[in-house]
């Protein structure tokens, strides 16, 4: 048991290492045991990890966020996050809001969030040398960054709409002007760089460089920063020492939640495994829950009722396949394709006399024959006279297209008219000739 304390212990110092707040080991014991008292340090816990495990930091905001949420805005955040992320545990979602109850619950939250997202190994991967090129300013102004953004945030809730758009509208302005300032600066500090380079050639600090490089120059020349990187050192070094005594001593603390899920079971087969029945925190609005719901039932009822006429159809078919030959089976089939034909070309004739009596194409025309011979005049002078209202024409002007389309139609109309009333005529020919014995009809070719 000891051990298992010592293992804790250890893992609670790299959480407080990496920005959480302070939880001591025995929080985790009586969490085990299902203690109240044990409840609200881990849904902060929770809150603090997933805070960073979508921005990669915990900083002043997330302390600053955690003291001005309420804690039923905590929780509520908390569980939907969680779902977000993959857990779906019942009994989890059915904890209280107000954080009284529920430490070995959330204590299991705990072990699969870091189990599922790779916490430790995030966390290790936040450990990066001070003596970077870059590091230096990172640390030099994100606080003054972090302040500047809660500032706005603060002071935008007080705002109307219009003066939140104006306030986006002067942000986006300084944004713009500020991509401008960074590109020319990171052209600046390139050449700067290259004069560095060039001034320091053949003195070096690395086997891999024949100079030395710009951080390396701004640290000779001012000392005292030497023990701000020797401390951000010496934080990474024993955050990386934890780390590494952690992964030595892991599989103990994995067996040991082992036991808090036996103890889980245990209790929960005791109590006949009776949960209240209380809904999830399901991460969808109620406008669409209630959308689904009716888009359910309506599929539902077309179901059934498509499938009544579906075996209706099935027994159709049963009764009259064993009645029906295959050659009134083709005709039938036939004279199905020629009425679709018939039916499409309606369609397209219908079509296309919509679609001409909408176009309105100065093109050619022609004039109708009338019985004055000598009132006849050319197509153009009676297209000019139409649009320009002078001369009064029995007959309006036709256009010639749409003359051609119309007995196009009507052929294709009255061809396949023929052809269905020959294949009709064929299959009643075919039906004589098999009720009379000994005959033989022997059709033209051109008109199978």
Known sequence: MSQVRETIELLTKLLRRNGTSKVKA????????????????FW?????????????VIDDV???????????????????????RGFYSKEFSLLPIDMSSGSRE?????????????????????????????????????????????????????????????????????????LKRLYNLQRERVKLDHKVHECTQGVSLSPSLSH??????????????????????????????????WSEQEERFWKWME?????????????????????????????????????RLQLEEAIVKYESIIEQLEDVWESKRSTVTEQELDNLLTSINME????????????TEQMLQTYKDPGLFYQRNTTNSSKKVSNLQVSARERSGQGDSP?????????????????????????????HYCSDLDAIASCIPDSICIQPKGYR
């Open 340 to 351: 679709i034909s018939l039916q499409r070309a309606n369609l397209a004739l219908d079509n």
């Open 26 to 41: 025995e929080v985790f014991r009586l969490a085990k045991f299902n203690s109240d008292e044990a409840a609200i340090p």
């Open 395 to 423: 007959d309006p002007p036709t256009d010639i297209r749409s003359e051609i389309a119309v007995l196009e139609a009507q052929l294709k109309r009255l061809e396949l008219e023929t052809q269905r009333k020959r294949s």
């Open 106 to 178: 959330l204590l299991l939250a705990f072990a699969w969030l870091m189990c599922k997202e790779n916490v430790i190994v995030k966390f290790m991967e936040q450990c990066s040398s001070p003596v970077d090129e870059n590091t230096l300013s990172v640390y030099e102004f994100d606080l003054e960054e972090n302040i500047h953004s809660s500032n706005y945030l603060a002071c935008s809730k007080s705002l109307n709409p219009v003066q939140k758009v104006q306030h986006l509208q002067l942000l986006n302005g300084k944004m713009r002007s500020s």
């Open 212 to 245: 030395l490089t710009a951080l390396e120059v701004h640290m000779l020349k001012h000392p005292e920063l030497l023990k701000k990187v020797f401390h951000l050192l010496e934080k990474d070094n024993e955050r990386l020492q934890i780390l590494l005594v």
């Open 44 to 56: 902060r816990l929770l809150f603090e990890l997933l805070y960073f495990l979508k921005y990669g």
């Open 259 to 295: 036991s808090v899920l036996d103890l889980k079971m245990q209790d929960t087969s005791i109590s006949g495994g009776q949960n209240a029945t209380k809904l999830m925190y399901y991460n969808i609005p109620p406008d669409s829950v209630s959308s689904m719901e009716s888009a």
């Open 62 to 84: 997330t302390i600053k966020a955690y003291s001005e949420l309420t804690q039923e805005e905590l929780a509520v955040y908390v569980k939907k996050s969680m779902q977000n």
